[in-house]
């Protein structure tokens, strides 16, 4: 059974940082392509940012993020990470991570597995 379990979430300040990590149980971990994705309630789920399967040799990245987060994995781990730099309250939201076996997938039907998200909050 595949599970993704998100961990890090929490409460923090305008202009702080967090770091987000998503634990991958019943799957080749480097044979998938690993995406985080964040919803707000009422809005449509966004993508955040992924990173190729095996070596993470691609990174995509949303607009209203560059620059600011970094996906990243560690294979030996089985864990992928979304580093969260100058947050800003418009990046309060659930935040997924999900996992690909297609190369290079960035929409939410490429993502097979779902993890059940936790909770990120910037207050100003």
């Known amino acids: 059974q595949v599970q993704l379990v998100e961990s890090g979430g929490g409460l923090v300040q305008a202009g702080g940082s967090l770091t987000l990590f998503c634990a991958a149980t019943?799957?080749?971990?480097?044979?998938?392509?690993m995406g985080w994705f964040r919803q707000i309630p009422g809005k449509e789920r966004e993508f955040v940012g992924a990173?190729?399967?095996?070596?993470?040799?691609?990174?995509d990245y949303g607009d209203s993020v560059k620059g600011r987060f970094t996906v990243s994995r560690d294979n030996a781990k089985n864990t992928a990470y979304l580093q969260m730099n100058n947050l800003k309250p418009e990046d309060t939201a659930v935040y997924y991570c999900?996992?690909?076996?297609?190369?290079?997938?960035?929409?939410?039907?490429?993502?097979?597995?779902w993890g059940q998200g936790t909770q990120v909050t910037v207050s100003s």
């Open positions: 019943g799957l080749v971990f480097r044979s998938y392509g």
């Open positions: 990173i190729t399967w095996g070596t993470g040799d691609r990174l």
């Open positions: 999900a996992a690909a076996l297609e190369w290079g997938a960035m929409r939410e039907d490429q993502f097979k597995y």
